[in-house]
T-cell receptor
Framework: KNEVEQSPQNLTAQEGEFITINCSYS?????LHWLQQHPGGGIVSLFM???GKKKHGRLIATINIQEKHSSLHITASHPRDSAVYIC??????????FGKGTKLSVKP | NAGVTQTPKFQVLKTGQSMTLQCAQD?????MSWYRQDPGMGLRLIHY???????DQGEVPNGYNVSRSTTEDFPLRLLSAAPSQTSVYFC?????????????FGPGTRLTVT
């Protein structure tokens, strides 16, 4: 069983739609990262959180530690949001355990 | 700052050849790590280092060696390449910022072993 599960694996949306990507984990963590990987391959960190909610522009990330679940929301989606979104948890030794990623495609 | 840099961007090797993937960071981060990314799988930790002279194995260390002689550099060595090592390799560093470890990734090296 994977320690970090993301859903859905693939997501196609129309421009302007509200998007939710989910992440569930089964290990104890100190924090959770949401990462973005564009088709060119580079990976950038979007959010780090250990409780509650964070917002950056049109992106919102939430985490529920008791339920071991996090969500990434994108409001008013745009084709430039097309990317792979990766959830990664920080385990007890400080290393990252990654989900397999959610491939998002936003159509104009 | 250049951030985390990796060379080369692309590499093709024949089975049994050796090579070193280079990784450098200019942010004075103590922690550096190497991951591989394969289709249908999440990134997996190969080796990591918490400072110069200290390295440790991650989830998939077999077939790879690392060393950390300076804070800036963390090369990954393939001693005898195998087709199973065809992958995209990412180097990363991290820093304590605002109460969390912020992660910085290099641009990746796409390796094909034939």
């Amino acid at each position: 069983k994977n320690e970090v599960e993301q859903s859905p694996q693939n997501l196609t949306a129309q421009e302007g739609e509200f998007i939710t990507i989910n992440c569930s984990y089964s290990v104890g963590i100190s924090a959770l990262h949401w990462l973005q990987q564009h088709p060119g391959g580079g990976i950038v960190s979007l959010f780090m959180l250990s409780s509650g909610k964070k917002k950056h522009g049109r992106l919102i990330a939430t985490i529920n530690i008791q339920e071991k679940h996090s969500s990434l929301h994108i409001t008013a989606s745009h084709p430039r949001d097309s990317a792979v979104y990766i959830c990664a948890v920080v385990e007890s030794q400080g290393n990252l355990i990654f989900g397999k990623g959610t491939k998002l495609s936003v159509k104009p | 700052n250049a951030g985390v840099t990796q060379t080369p961007k692309f590499q093709v090797l024949k089975t049994g050849q050796s090579m070193t993937l280079q990784c450098a960071q200019d942010m004075n981060h103590e922690y550096m790590s190497w991951y591989r990314q394969d289709p249908g799988m999440g990134l997996r930790l190969i080796h990591y280092s918490v400072g110069a002279g200290i390295t440790d194995q991650g989830e998939v260390p077999n077939g790879y060696n690392v060393s950390r002689s300076t804070t800036e550099d963390f090369p990954l060595r393939l001693l005898s390449a195998a087709p199973s090592q065809t992958s995209v390799y990412f180097c990363a560093s991290r820093a304590w910022e605002g109460g969390f470890y912020e992660q910085y990734f290099g641009p990746g090296t796409r390796l094909t072993v034939t």
